[in-house]
């Protein structure tokens, strides 16, 4: 009787199998590149709003003791960039470390008021309509809600009385132009380096 020829078990799906791994090993390792990146964005950008908190510089003649300074604007490139929550950690990240530095917790609570006003809703806007108009109209929307929050910060940490008589006169006009030139640094800022701290698949031609 002739031999039954000798079976091997197939080796298709054991070849196959170890193909799909390094696919998703790869996959895994670009998320946690890009995370990795985004966070030292973050990271840096915090650092750059620390550090431009140091200069100030009075807007408004005669009112000395109200100066200006450029630190929200790289919480709110964050924020267009990587989105409201974003945003608000590096500003509100800021604001805490420049209130430790100085030993000012009062001028700490009304900058937190002033910076969640500001970036929160343009912040929420730009996510919502990703294009130049957008920009424009969350960060007009953000510089309403900053005169609001910094007018509601002095009615907390300042008597009524003095506070009711400068806002008219001071703080609004003051946070306005404060709000205006937060708004006009961060389009220039975002525009230039939008597309070299953006993920290339967030990445809009023109914007």
């Known amino acids: 009787m002739a031999n039954k020829p000798t079976t091997h078990p ?3 799906s054991s070849t196959v199998r170890p193909a799909k791994a390094p696919t998703a090993q790869k996959t895994m390792a670009n998320t946690n590149r890009w995370s990795t990146r985004v966070l030292v964005t973050i990271a840096l950008l915090c650092a750059i709003s620390v550090l431009l908190s140091f200069v100030e510089f009075p807007l408004l003649p005669g009112v000395a003791w109200l100066s200006y300074d450029a630190s929200i604007m790289p919480a709110a490139v964050c924020g267009f960039a990587y989105g409201p929550a974003a945003g608000l950690a590096c500003g509100i990240i800021s604001v805490v470390a420049h209130g430790i530095l100085f030993a000012d917790f009062t001028g700490a609570l009304m900058n937190l008021l002033v910076v969640i006003g500001f970036i929160l809703p343009s912040a929420l806007v730009y996510k ?37 008589a400068m806002i008219v006169p001071i703080l609004i006009p003051f946070n306005l132009l404060k709000g205006l030139l937060n708004a006009i640094l961060t389009l220039i800022v975002y525009k230039a ?13 023109g914007r």
């Open 128 to 164: 919502k309509i990703h294009t130049l108009k957008g920009a424009i109209i969350g960060l007009v929307l953000g510089i309403v809600f900053a005169v609001i929050m910094a007018v509601l910060g002095n009615l907390v940490v300042t008597p009524l009385d003095a506070v009711v």
């Open 193 to 205: 380096i939008s597309n070299l701290i953006t993920p290339k698949k967030d990445q809009v031609k």
């Open 10 to 12: 197939a080796v298709g």
